[in-house]
């Protein structure tokens, strides 16, 4: 029932940032990077609902980068199974019960919210909360992709808690190219952050972006934001 009940409201949520982001984005062909891809779920938000000229997936789990690969045959997505970060490098991604909560970031398991999560993810299975690790390559955004494009739409961030370690890396002539970044943040302690929403805001605000939308993830400790670049 409380699932039901969640994705009821994220499907009012999603309606919220479609309408907000089709009042703003005038029907043009969009240029779109999902950072995060998970399963395709903003992948196929963006194909069905808005003109793309590209696509960027960047996923690191590879049994979901395969699952999208499979899914996804359009020539406008460009998948790669690559984490992004501050700089090139490897890390470990922890897999979990829950695909969508899996993390580069540690896990504090000593949190109220860890222990609530746990039981309900792991009620009535015999399986784990953490199922496996992987260790996974990491990219620059601006190394890797944003040096080569005149501009991006749509910058969408979903990674657990590394969203922050993202934006750092990208360049102040790049961040230029980029009108709209939509991710989330997460306020439990469950996840271990060496920054907070403020680091992302200041980061944000100094490279000429403002928060537009604000939504709460009920049952979560969780928002999601979009901010728009100023100069365009």
Do not use: C
Not at 13 to 22: P, R, W
Not at 144 to 152: D, G, P, Q, T, V
Not at 198 to 207: A, E, F, V
């Amino acid at each position: 029932m409380i699932n039901l009940i969640i994705k009821l409201i994220d499907f009012t949520n999603k309606i919220k940032v479609l309408n907000f982001l089709k009042k703003s984005l005038d029907n043009k062909q969009l240029n779109v990077i999902d950072i995060g891809g998970h399963k395709g779920e903003t992948l196929n938000f963006f194909l069905k609902n808005f003109h793309i000229n590209k696509i960027f997936v960047f996923e690191p789990n590879k049994d979901l980068f395969d699952y999208i690969k499979k899914k996804f045959s359009d020539k406008r997505v460009n998948l790669f199974n690559y984490g992004v970060g501050l700089s090139k490098g490897v890390k470990k991604l922890n897999i979990t019960i829950d695909s969508a909560s899996s993390t580069i970031n540690n896990i504090n398991t000593n949190t109220d919210y860890f222990k609530r999560k746990k039981r309900f993810l792991t009620w009535r299975k015999n399986t784990p909360f953490f199922l496996d690790a992987q260790h996974i390559e990491i990219v620059n955004l601006s190394d890797f992709l944003l040096n080569k494009e005149s501009k991006i739409d749509v910058l969408k961030i979903d990674t657990e808690g590394y969203e922050f370690s993202i934006l750092k890396g990208i360049t102040e002539k790049d961040f230029k190219k980029i009108r709209f970044i939509y991710f989330e943040h997460h306020f439990d302690l469950m996840i271990e952050k060496e920054y907070k929403f403020k680091d992302i805001d200041q980061l944000l605000k100094r490279n000429n972006f403002s928060q537009k939308l604000k939504i709460k993830m009920k049952f979560r400790k969780l928002f999601k934001y979009i901010y728009e670049t100023k100069s365009q």
